[in-house]
């Protein structure tokens, strides 16, 4: 029942926040801020997304809470109750640069199970979602569940660079693999492998909001999601992320990261 009425209403939510950054992009209203370092940005449309969503939360669930990266929600480390792990614009760089490849992503946790999952590619077009059990789907449509057999060397593979120079065996993964790519927004590059057009995605530090939704789909469709060492991916700590196909995974594990 409180799943259907959060399912309900948190589309409203999307969609009403997807129109006002695609208002601000036309209307040129993006105002950038440094946060820790150059590349690490955030703009007033992350802000006032952040914000529309805890006002809508504390008003219609205020015994929920929210974890969010811009800090509109509460410190946050363990799952009790029911937890909306919100990344307002995730891939903030390219919202900046490219107008495009980004995402708004929102994870709904009950008790710790991630139950519910939505991540909004506002420009491309495409709303990604998936419950629990039920399977997952892009604009409606069912994403098929991963096939049990793919192969590293037929495989492309998305690792960042802060990774590559973490991990250096992963050179060895992309020489075996059929090639790299790179989009820039985690919950793309987590969707990228759960529609098949990459078999893994590895990256050396992601937060709750980047995997929060994106970890809920990719294992809806079978995806496998650790940390590089293959050890759980405790979703509430920030570190490294691994999502892969069944077989990819344990390929790119034998390497001994
Ligand atoms: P963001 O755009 O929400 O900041 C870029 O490679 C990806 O990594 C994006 O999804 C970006 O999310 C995320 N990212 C960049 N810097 C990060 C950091 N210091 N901690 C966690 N995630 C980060
Ligand atoms: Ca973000």
Redesign the pocket.
């Known amino acids: 029942m409180i799943l259907e009425k959060i399912d309900q209403l948190a589309r409203e939510w999307l969609e009403e926040a997807g129109n006002r950054i695609f208002m601000a992009l036309e209307q040129s209203t993006v105002e950038v801020e440094a946060k820790?370092d150059r590349?690490?940005?955030?703009t007033n449309v992350?802000k006032a997304t952040e914000q529309y969503f805890a006002e809508k939360i504390a008003t219609y669930f205020p015994d929920h809470r929210l974890l969010g990266?811009e800090g509109y929600g509460e410190e946050i480390t363990s799952l009790e109750g029911i937890v909306w792990i919100l990344?307002p614009?995730?891939?903030?760089?390219?919202?900046v640069e490219q107008k495009r490849n980004?995402a708004i992503s929102l994870g709904i946790y009950q008790e710790g199970v991630g139950e519910l999952a939505y991540i909004y590619d506002i420009v491309g077009g495409e709303f990604y979602y998936a419950k629990r059990g039920e399977g997952a789907f892009v604009n409606d449509v069912e994403i098929p569940k991963l096939a049990e057999d793919n192969k590293l060397e037929d495989s492309l593979v998305i690792i960042?660079t802060?990774a590559i120079r973490k991990f250096p065996q992963m050179l060895s993964v992309i020489q075996k693999a059929r090639g790299l790519r790179?989009?820039?927004?985690?919950?793309?590059?987590y969707m990228a492998v759960a529609t098949g057009r990459a078999d893994a995605y590895v990256?050396a530090?992601?937060?709750p909001?980047?995997i929060g939704a994106g970890k809920i789909i990719a294992e809806e469709v079978g995806a496998i999601v650790t940390r590089v060492s293959g050890s759980e991916m405790v979703i509430t700590e920030?570190g490294d992320s691994f999502v892969a196909s069944p077989s990819v995974h344990r390929e790119i594990l034998r390497f001994e990261i």
Do not use: H, P, Q, R
Not at 182 to 189: D, I, K, N, S, V
């Open positions: 820790s590349n690490d940005l955030v992350d990266e990344d614009i995730d891939g903030t760089v390219n919202f980004f960042n802060t790179l989009y820039g927004a985690a919950t793309l590059e990256s530090n992601l937060a909001w980047d920030k």
